[in-house]
């Protein structure tokens, strides 16, 4: 199993990036497919996640309406659409399957990729 996350780097403030998360999962569409971060000296927090069942989403409020999450099943493919970036939104962007999940809590997902890191300068 491997979630290969890309599509970090530097953007300034304002600025739009979007991520992409290529899994090697079996039957993928019944994996919930969350993104995560990881700021420097701070804990893993929940970003955005589209669930496996229909594809409903949930979103950290912090980034709520500034951020699309978006999957394809076809192609075993999440990404995350990120716009009016903030630099406190600088962090290492991880995404993250869980089968068959309901949760946002980083705890229950099985796999994750190796992250991609985000910086967002002022």
């Known amino acids: 199993v491997q979630l290969q996350a890309s599509g970090g780097g530097l953007v300034q403030a304002g600025g739009l990036l979007k991520l992409s998360c290529a899994a090697s999962l079996r039957t993928f569409s019944r994996y919930t497919m969350g993104w995560f971060r990881q700021a420097l000296g701070k804990e893993r927090e929940f970003v955005a996640t589209?669930?496996?069942?229909?594809?409903?989403?949930d979103y950290a409020d912090s980034v709520k309406g500034r951020f699309t999450i978006s999957r394809d099943n076809a192609k075993n493919m999440v990404y995350l659409q990120m716009s009016s970036l903030k630099p406190e939104d600088t962090a290492v962007y991880y995404c993250?399957?869980?089968?068959?999940?309901?949760?946002?809590?980083?705890?229950?997902?099985?796999?994750w990729g190796q992250g991609t890191l985000v910086t967002v300068s002022s």
């Open positions: 589209t669930f496996w069942t229909g594809g409903s989403t």
């Open positions: 993250g399957a869980d089968w068959m999940g309901l949760s946002v809590s980083p705890r229950t997902y099985n796999y």
